[in-house]
């Protein structure tokens, strides 16, 4: 998946066969030199959120990427759901 910023905080995102969504930033984490962006879709559910690896290509160009490694993925889910769950209503709401 590559992403173009449009607006602060909504990407959009194009996938492997060219469809293009918009999604907005629900968090961004460093963990062991990586970073990593939690997304929510901007047409989809408001209770799913996508979260994405950023890489340099070859060229210097940030490219947001699926996570494959599942010990990776479940690493950084879990440390999503710690840091900001608790603090973030998915509809966009802070608790109190």
Do not use: Q
């Not at 449009?6 to 969504?21: A, M, Q, V, Y």
């Not at 890489?55 to 840091?83: K, Q, R």
């Amino acid at each position: 998946m590559a992403d173009n910023m449009e607006r602060e905080n909504i990407f959009t995102l194009t996938d492997e066969d060219g469809n293009e969504s918009d999604f907005e930033l629900l968090g961004e984490l460093n963990i062991d030199d990586n970073t990593y962006l939690a997304l929510i879709p901007l047409d989809g559910d408001e209770d799913e959120y996508v979260i994405l690896k950023i890489e340099v290509d070859e060229n210097g160009d940030e490219l947001l990427v699926t996570i494959d490694d599942d010990d990776e993925f479940d690493n950084v889910a879990d440390a999503f759901e710690d840091t900001f769950m608790g603090e973030i209503d998915l509809d966009g709401s802070v608790e109190e």
